[in-house]
């Protein structure tokens, strides 16, 4: 089985100030990492993800994500965020079968 | 890609009664996925739609409470049933066109019980 750990439920962060989202996961299988966001009121938008290579991956909006197996982790980054980039951010991994689970979200606050 | 409708987008229903949500994408797509926001909470799945065949449901959810339709490989709806204010949750379909691509969402369905 699969599980997916945000450790942080709400992030404050000022405008132009960098932000790292953390994510650990754990699973007894290879799996895929995904990041989504969820502005108020929307729906899931993928942001990026891992399928193999590259352990930098970089995705839109500015975000970029590490791929850490020896630490199981998957933490999201921006170098400057933006008051646009206010939303809900879900760590997700898939499994063979392509179900998807997910993190219980992190809530990044920019604040002017 | 692929696009997705839900229907409704929103309800209010009474505890008691039953909802279905419909679930339509745009392109044939193997397998279809259900999935449960609560208020605050992340996303859970509910269960599997498979086409031509029965459901697979997820611990903690049974066909019962939770029946789903596959009726070919555009379309599937879910119904909630017997429904209590502790269903008031959004409900989101999704589909993965390929392997190990990416998921696509549609917006949910935003469904409160009194």
């Known amino acids: 089985a699969q599980s997916v750990t945000q450790l942080d439920s709400q992030v404050p962060v000022f405008e132009e100030a960098p932000v790292e989202l953390r994510c650990n996961y754990s699973s007894s299988v290879s799996v895929y990492l995904f990041w989504y966001v969820q502005y108020p009121n929307q729906g899931l938008q993928l942001l990026l993800k891992?399928?193999?290579?590259?352990?930098l991956v970089k995705g839109i909006n500015g975000f970029e994500a590490e791929f850490n197996k020896s630490q199981t982790s998957f933490h999201l980054r921006k170098p400057s965020v933006h008051i646009s980039d206010t939303a809900e951010y879900f760590c997700?991994?898939?499994?063979?079968?392509?179900?998807?689970?997910f993190g219980s979200g992190t809530k990044l606050n920019v604040k002017p | 890609s692929a696009v997705i409708s839900q229907k409704p987008s929103r309800d209010i229903c009474q505890r008691g009664t039953s909802l279905t949500i419909q679930c339509q994408v745009d392109?044939?797509?193997?397998?279809m996925f259900w999935y449960r926001q609560q208020p605050g909470q992340s996303l859970t799945l509910i269960a599997t739609a498979n086409q031509g065949s029965e459901a697979t449901y997820e611990s903690g959810f049974v066909i019962d409470k939770f029946p789903i339709s596959r009726p070919n490989l555009t379309f599937s709806t879910l119904t909630v049933s017997n429904m209590s204010p502790e269903d008031s949750s959004i409900y989101l379909c999704s589909v993965d066109p390929g392997r190990n691509t990416e998921a696509f969402f549609g917006q949910g369905t935003r469904l409160t019980v009194v």
């Open positions: 997700a991994v898939s499994d063979s079968f392509n179900k998807f689970y």
């Open positions: 891992y399928l193999s290579g590259s352990t």
């Open positions: 392109s044939q797509v193997t397998m």
